[in-house]
């Protein structure tokens, strides 16, 4: 009986640690991308659909991984799959990867740098209110107006820009009260719809071109008021601690979105029709390739006049350190492009 007791434990034991041995393993290891809605995006989905990151790993000798790409509605939920390490790489408004690169630069393992730029693209202000004309009609009991997160999105950064330029230093707040935290694809729902959930919304490429075509809404305001020259809206980044532990994986992702610019810019059909299905876009592969050839969107690795961004995050106390290059907030693979 003592025998088969010491059987039983020790088989026990042995069910214990190869249980605690697995646990969290992933079943098939991939590059997993959190993205959100918009042609701003399209290098991420580029790089998966023609195989751009396998390749690269290939070539560094690595095992190739499969891409993941998640849609998300908001860079918060894109923050916390980094954290919690459901997320790999982390994509959105360079406004969210700053403030995040500020709240978690002495988190060790935890501190977040960008990987690469995506895209410098407009975003433009359209409403189905008549009587919204300038962004000096604004109210607050009237207007709902759509961006992607409030406060820390592109756009609604673009919103406190433009309110401090309108009324001066320590007005930039003036428009948050009228934003509302909702996706591209809702915003466009609820404008065609008569301004349901919101009645105006910060659109970019390719949902400002849509909107063009409905004859029920009208522009506004352009973030292109803004600046003279194209600003970087949307980037790449990732953990310390994924960078540490995947060094090929960071290497071939930078140079896989080197190729997916590349691409786009050589075969715009072929990454319209990409970008067609990754979104489920109504739009035609030809339409989008006409957006795509407009000189107000642009991809690029490297950062275009982020430091602008980076200062006035500063100035108004968003970020509490200001950052004296835009090498500082983004990984040393990205150090030897020209960025600003």
Not at 173 to 182: E, I, K, P, Q, R
Request: charged share 20%; glycine share 8%; hydrophobic share 45%.
């Amino acid at each position: 009986m003592r025998t088969i007791r010491s059987l039983c434990s020790a088989l026990l034991i042995t069910c214990c640690v190869l249980l605690i041995g697995t646990k969290g393993v992933r079943a098939e290891k991939e590059l997993r991308i959190g993205v959100q809605f918009g042609l701003g995006y399209l290098p991420i989905y580029v790089m998966r659909d023609a195989g751009l990151f396998e390749k690269h790993m290939k070539a560094l000798g690595a095992e190739p991984m499969p891409v993941r790409v998640v849609n998300f509605t908001g860079g918060p939920q894109i923050q916390d799959g980094l954290l919690s390490q459901s997320l790999d790489i982390g994509t959105g408004g360079i406004t969210v990867m700053l403030i995040a690169f500020d709240k978690t630069q002495k988190a060790g393992d935890q501190a977040m740098l960008g990987l690469t730029a995506l895209s410098s693209v407009p975003y433009d202000l359209w409403t189905s209110d008549p009587a919204l004309k300038s962004l000096e009609d604004l109210a607050a009991g009237r207007n709902k107006v759509g961006v992607p997160a409030i406060k820390v999105s592109v756009p609604a950064l673009f919103l406190q820009m433009a309110a401090e330029k309108l009324y001066g230093p320590g007005k930039h707040g003036a428009f948050d009260a009228s934003t509302v935290s909702l996706a591209q694809p809702d915003g466009a729902i609820s404008l065609t719809a008569g301004g349901g959930t919101v009645d105006s919304y910060m659109f970019s490429p390719p949902f400002t071109q849509q909107m063009k075509k409905t004859g029920k809404v009208h522009r506004v305001w352009s973030s292109n008021e803004l600046f003279g020259t194209p600003i970087t809206a949307l980037s790449t980044w990732t953990t310390a601690r994924f960078r540490k532990e995947n060094p090929k994986a960071v290497v071939a992702f930078v140079a896989a979105m080197r190729d997916a610019i590349d691409l786009i810019a050589k075969e715009p059909l072929r990454a319209a029709q990409i970008y067609a299905k990754a979104e489920s876009s109504k739009l035609s592969a030809e339409f989008l390739a006409e957006v795509l050839a407009d000189p107000d969107v642009r991809f690029t690795l490297a950062p275009e006049n982020s430091v602008k961004v980076a200062d006035f995050l500063s100035r108004v106390g968003t970020l509490k350190s200001k950052p004296a290059s835009w090498k500082d907030y983004y990984f040393p693979e990205l150090h030897g492009e020209s960025g600003s």
